[in-house]
């Protein structure tokens, strides 16, 4: 069965330094992954996904990700954070079912930027 | 710029009250899906429809949840009798494939 981990329940940094919010995956086969984003009594946006091609991945609002295949890793990043980055993220894997896909959400990660 | 829309944004029942969340997906997506999110248990998917059918509802409690796609702009979740462990937001989302979805902003569902 396909999951995704989120070790850290909650990250901490300070406005203008980098961040990395972790995701490691297991899943059979080539793996599809997202990241989502989620504010403040609201849905869950995409921020961006790797199906295949360049290890690292563009997204939405500055952030970025690394696929990592040795060490089933999809860690976000991006180089300076901003107060307003502040949310709960989700990693994401595509689950193959019978005939059909969903996505796996992993628990979500808090990220906290102090001005 | 096209959007999930639910309906409604905010619910307040008693215990054994039947409950309707209504959600309008984007124009032209075949799949669309509902979402629970609790603080304990995250995100869990209740239920999947592809071109209205439902191909997955094995995370729906079945005695009283219950989806269903009346047509392509509608899609509604039941639960009769509500109760109070049904408290959570329920987000609905729709997409052009099963695995890129776009999130509605939620209804918040609470039962006393």
């Known amino acids: 069965a396909q999951s995704v981990a989120q070790p850290e329940d909650q990250v901490n940094v300070a406005e203008g330094n980098p961040l990395t919010v972790k995701c490691t995956y297991s899943?059979?086969?080539?793996?599809?992954l997202f990241w989502y984003v989620q504010y403040p009594n609201r849905g869950l946006q995409f921020l961006l996904k790797?199906?295949?091609?360049?290890?690292l991945v563009k997204g939405s609002y500055g952030f970025e990700a690394e696929f990592n295949k040795s060490q089933t890793s999809f860690h976000l990043k991006k180089p300076s954070a901003l107060v307003s980055d502040s949310a709960l993220y989700f990693c994401?894997?595509?689950?193959?079912?019978?005939?059909?896909?969903?996505?796996?959400f992993g628990k979500g990660t808090m990220l906290l930027v102090s001005p | 710029d096209a959007r999930v829309t639910q309906t409604p944004r905010d619910k307040v029942t008693e215990m054994g009250q039947e409950v309707t969340m209504r959600c309008q997906p984007i124009?032209?997506?075949?799949?669309v899906f509902w979402y629970r999110q609790t603080m304990k248990q995250g995100l869990e998917l209740l239920a999947y429809?592809?071109?209205?059918?439902?191909?997955?509802d094995s995370g729906m409690p079945k005695d009283r949840f219950s989806a269903e796609m009346p047509d392509a702009t509608l899609a509604t979740l039941k639960i009769q009798p509500s109760e109070p462990r049904d408290s959570a937001v329920y987000f609905c989302?729709?997409?052009?494939?099963?695995?890129?979805?776009?999130f509605g902003p939620g209804t918040r569902l609470t039962v006393t």
């Open positions: 790797y199906i295949t091609g360049d290890n």
């Open positions: 989302a729709s997409g052009p494939s099963d695995y890129e979805q776009y």
């Open positions: 899943v059979s086969g080539n793996p599809y």
């Open positions: 124009l032209g997506h075949n799949t």
């Open positions: 429809f592809r071109n209205r059918a439902p191909l997955d």
């Open positions: 994401a894997v595509r689950s193959l079912n019978s005939g059909y896909s969903t996505l796996t």
